[in-house]
């Protein structure tokens, strides 16, 4: 059995075929982690979930900002807007099954290979958050996702406000911030409050921000953590933190890793892609 995890994919089935092709992934005997963004910008994003849906468990998804906004646009707490490119998804003639085996995936995921833990976000961790409090608090948003009070949450998920974490906070607000780190994060202040108007690359941190991964006494920086959603970051090696959105949907490469004996032992696996949106 190989292991692997695959950057964002954001609706480029095509290319995530010729990727599946080049790591020679077999159903019965690999697994695959898809860490987030599976769809919207990109052509084929029904396609895409209905390829995650035939291989459930060999490849196994997390959910990403993009694909909670198709939750959201479904249950109309969400306008589509020009970028998008969500309509083969909503006007499908299986969106219902397709929507909820999509809001039935985690925010997070974690992974013990070789005795080893691999954590898995879309986007970002807490400085505050161990590995632990990290699946803990997906659990969270999990558990309101897939249950019954779905939409009523979802109109109340967007927003930059708290900027930081608290073990106080309740409600909406509390899924809000976790919702925001796990899917959105890349830059924060060194004691943990999160900036959502930067997109920059990692090495041209706004004053006073740095990456998440950065913040001196992350406490989540003993565990390797692999992470979409920053194109502008790239691929990204260090011994405990892998980086895989390389701006498929953008003309860039998809990108997979895979793992050997043990976590340590990896290579990266990409294929070029079309273009399918112009960054801006």
Known sequence: ???????????????????????????????????????????????????????????????????????????????????????????????????????????????????????????????????????????????????????????????NTPERWSDALTGTERLRVIVNALTRLRFCTPDGAMDFDSTESAAAAPPGLMPWFDVPGRQSADTLVAFGHWSTLGWMDRPRLLGLDTGCVWGGCLSAVRFGATLAERECLQVRCAQAQQPG
Not at 1 to 11: F, K, P
Request: negative net charge; proline residues 6%; contains cysteine.
């Open 1 to 159: 059995m190989a292991l692997y995890c695959i950057g964002d994919i954001q609706g480029c089935d095509s290319a995530l075929q010729r990727l599946l092709e080049r790591i020679d992934f077999s159903p019965s005997r690999d697994t695959v982690y898809l860490l987030g963004d599976l769809v919207n910008r990109g052509p084929e994003s029904a396609a895409v979930l209905r390829r995650c849906m035939a291989a459930e468990g060999a490849l196994a998804c997390l959910l990403g900002n993009h694909d909670l906004h198709l939750l959201a646009a479904a249950h109309g707490a969400r306008k589509i807007s020009r970028r998008d490119t969500l309509a083969d998804v909503l006007q499908a003639p299986d969106r219902d099954a397709l929507l909820d085996w999509l809001r039935q995936k985690p925010l997070a995921r974690l992974h013990t290979h070789a005795g080893e833990p691999l954590l898995m976000v879309h986007a970002g961790v807490l400085p505050d958050w161990s590995a632990d409090d990290t699946l803990a608090r997906a659990a969270e948003v999990h558990a309101v996702l897939r249950g019954p009070d779905l939409p009523q949450f979802l109109p109340h998920m967007y927003g």
